[in-house]
C-alpha cells in the first residue's frame, strides 16, 4: 500500500520537520504521548519512528481512526499503540500521559471544546509533563500574517464556531490549568510551535 491509498494532508509532511524539532528538544526522556487529534496519522509515524523511546497514543473521532489505522499498520512501528475514540467533550483515556500534543485543532474546535480541551489535562497529564500545541495564532487580538487572516475568513465561513485562536486566551486557559508557558517557537508558514510545563511535584487545579 502507497500513500495515495491512505489519508493524505500534504501539510503534514510540510510541517512534519520543523514541529519535531521541538519535540525532540522537550520529550528526550522515555515516556507516553498522548497526540489529540491525529487527523490521518502521519504524524504519528513520523514523530514515533524518529523517536524510538516514546510510546505513541494516537486519537481522534470515531471517522477519522480508519485512516490511521493504516498509517500505523504500514508504519508497523513497536512503539504506536492502536489508536483511541477521543471527543474532548466525551470520556478522555485512564491513565497519565508524560505528553500531550496537538496540532492543528484548536481552530477547528468552538471555543467551548477548546476550554473542555484544557480542564481536561490535569486528568491525563503525568507531574513534569508538557504540552505542545502547532497552529497559528493571534497575539494582541491581531493576524500575525495576510494569509492567516484570509484562512481565518474561510474557517468562519465553513462553521461561524471556528477561526485562529488568541495566544493570549489560550495562555490563561493553560495557566488555570497549572500549566506555565516554557517556549513559543515561530515555525514556517506562519505557524507556532508551543510549550506549556506541568510542574513537578505541584498539583494542577481542577477543571
Not at 91 to 98: A, I, T
Not at 137 to 148: D, E, I, L, P, V
Not at 158 to 175: H, K, M, N, W, Y
Amino acid at each position: 500500500m502507497n500513500i495515495f491509498d491512505k489519508p493524505y494532508s500534504p501539510a503534514c509532511d510540510r510541517n512534519k520537520e520543523p514541529i519535531l524539532e521541538v519535540l525532540k528538544a522537550h520529550l528526550q526522556d522515555p515516556g507516553q504521548v498522548l497526540e489529540i487529534g491525529s487527523g490521518t496519522g502521519q504524524h504519528a509515524v513520523h514523530f514515533a519512528a524518529a523517536m524510538p523511546h516514546l510510546t505513541w497514543q494516537c486519537s481522534d473521532r470515531p471517522e477519522y481512526l480508519p485512516g490511521i489505522r493504516q498509517w500505523l499498520a504500514d508504519a508497523a512501528l513497536p512503539n504506536t499503540l492502536p489508536p483511541l475514540t477521543l471527543d474532548v467533550t466525551g470520556p478522555w483515556p485512564e491513565g497519565l500521559f508524560d505528553a500531550v500534543f496537538t496540532a492543528n485543532t484548536l481552530h477547528i474546535m468552538g471555543w467551548p471544546e477548546v476550554e473542555q480541551l484544557f480542564a481536561r489535562l490535569p486528568h491525563v497529564l503525568a507531574p513534569g509533563g508538557r504540552l505542545v500545541v502547532y497552529g497559528p495564532f493571534n497575539y494582541g487580538g491581531r493576524f500575525t500574517s495576510a494569509s492567516n487572516a484570509q484562512f481565518d475568513a474561510a474557517l468562519r465561513s465553513d462553521d461561524p464556531a471556528r477561526g485562529i485562536r488568541d495566544f493570549e486566551a489560550v495562555d490563561a486557559l493553560a495557566s488555570q490549568a497549572g500549566l506555565q508557558l516554557m517556549e513559543d517557537n515561530s515555525l514556517p508558514a506562519n505557524n507556532r510551535c508551543i510549550v506549556w510545563g506541568r510542574a513537578a511535584a505541584a498539583p494542577l487545579s481542577p477543571p
